[in-house]
């Protein structure tokens, strides 16, 4: 006989086991990453990455006037600031006698926060190489943490990491080794803990006839010292700039512990052992090369991949926690992925804008469901940022694009910066650091009721 009293109790458990494990999986998607505390935005695209900060409001549009202060540069490079205490810092490339009998040089600036008064600048010299056109000498974004700041870059003499004091004083510094890449160095540093991480990714297929094929690692130094900690090898097809990001198990769980998640073409969604660089887990999921950096959502892990000839695709994948457990994907997007710009996300939301200025918003507790879809027009590779309720948007011809950061679309508030943007800005609690053109501005955004 049938047991009805019993399959009714069995069917009660199972229905309550799927609600409690749907609960826990809304939990790990809503609990976003750490976002901008204080006045640190201290690496490429924010803390760990994410692109966003709860303090200020961006208004809905500003003017030249609005700016608390504007300095001049000396290239339209595309490299990042970053923002940590007082000062901001940024790399600006330049023929510089300071560098040696007018060479060209990349010079790491040293701001006033408050009154964008350079307070130092120092000169590395750089050798001529080819290099994609919206790629500049200065294409990477300078690292902060305990009293010191890491800067990268490369020309056809090999990579450079360096590192300087916050008054400016020489730490220490290492060559590399030779650099192959057609479209020129882009990877920048970031630091966990005591290590400087860096991304050595290099081309192996499709070189110009005067290079050579890399090698590609991801490489951690000792921040104090410029001393080898670890180096793993990845698989090298072409250059991939993502800045990796710090996954940190919630519920103290066992297992891998605290990984650094990186992407590429050759290894595709990976995750490396924070403290020994072993490599955990990969999950082959790009055909392209990857420039966006990985964006860390709760447990999931969010880059993209693509080309200039379009192909792009996102990928979200779910990290695992342990060798029992395999990497997933949970979804992909195939139309309107971006591939330079990052993305960005808030409250479960993901936010991202194609490189021909498509933006879009997915919801992550939903299998990546679209919510909207608009097109902004023009060109990015700017990535966007995240301030308060504002989700600002930034085209390759300078226009800048406000929208409240939202599941439904609302209205978008478009106007000229006078001049081209290819760099991301970096937001403090009192302003917004923005690369125009040959000209760095600073936005005051405090005082605006911060929300979120």
């Known amino acids: 006989m049938i047991d009805f009293v019993s399959m009714r109790r069995l069917s009660v458990r199972l229905v309550m086991t799927w609600i409690a494990a749907m609960v826990v999986a809304s939990a790990r998607v809503d609990a976003d990453e750490p976002v901008a505390s204080g006045e640190n935005w201290a690496r490429f695209h924010g803390p760990n990455g994410t692109g966003r900060s709860e303090h200020g409001q961006l208004p809905e549009s500003w003017t030249a006037a609005d700016y608390t202060w504007s300095v001049d540069l000396n290239g339209t490079d595309v490299g990042s600031p970053a923002v940590s205490g007082t000062q901001v810092f940024l790399l600006d490339s330049s023929s510089s006698t300071a560098a040696g009998g007018g060479q060209r040089s990349i010079d790491l600036v040293a701001l006033d926060l408050g009154t964008g008064k350079e307070q130092w600048r120092r000169s590395h010299r750089v050798a001529t190489t080819k290099r994609h056109s919206r790629n500049s000498p200065a294409s990477t974004t300078p690292a902060v943490a305990d009293g010191r700041v890491f800067i990268a870059y490369g020309d056809t003499n090999g990579a450079y990491l360096y590192a300087y004091s916050l008054a400016g004083e020489p730490l220490w510094q290492r060559q590399l080794g030779p650099w192959s890449g057609v479209h020129g160095f882009g990877t920048s540093p970031m630091v966990f803990e005591n290590q400087v991480v860096l991304f050595n990714s290099q081309q192996v297929d499709q070189l110009a006839a005067w290079q050579v094929a890399g090698t590609s690692h991801m490489m951690a130094f000792d921040a104090a010292t410029g001393e080898d900690l670890w180096s793993t090898p990845l698989r090298a097809t072409r250059p991939c700039y993502g800045v990796p990001a710090v996954y940190e198990p919630s519920n103290g769980e066992s297992g891998f512990g605290r990984q650094l998640i990186g992407a590429n073409k050759g290894n595709g ?147 000229d910066l006078g001049g081209r943007v290819g760099a991301t800005p970096a937001v403090s609690s009192s302003c917004l650091i923005l690369r125009v053109g040959n000209r760095l501005h600073c936005l005051p955004i405090s005082g605006r009721g911060s929300q979120g």
């Open 269 to 415: 969604m990976f995750g490396l052992d924070v403290t020994t660089g072993e490599l955990l887990w990969s999950l082959d999921v790009f055909n392209k090369r990857c420039c966006a950096s990985p964006l860390l959502v709760g447990d999931i892990a969010v880059c993209s991949s693509g080309s200039g000839g379009g192909g792009n695709i996102l990928s979200a994948v779910r990290i695992p926690s342990s060798k029992e457990q395999e990497p997933e994907e949970l979804f992909r997007v195939t139309s309107a992925a971006p591939y330079v710009p990052s993305s960005v996300s808030k409250d479960g939301l993901l936010f991202t804008v194609s490189d021909s200025g498509i933006a879009s918003c997915f919801d992550l507790s939903d299998q990546g469901r679209k919510r909207w879809s608009q097109r902004l027009g023009g060109n990015f590779g700017a990535s966007p940022v995240i301030v308060g309720e504002q989700l600002l948007f930034l085209s390759l011809d300078g226009t800048a694009h406000v929208t409240r950061a939202s599941a439904a679309k609302e209205r978008v508030s478009s106007f």
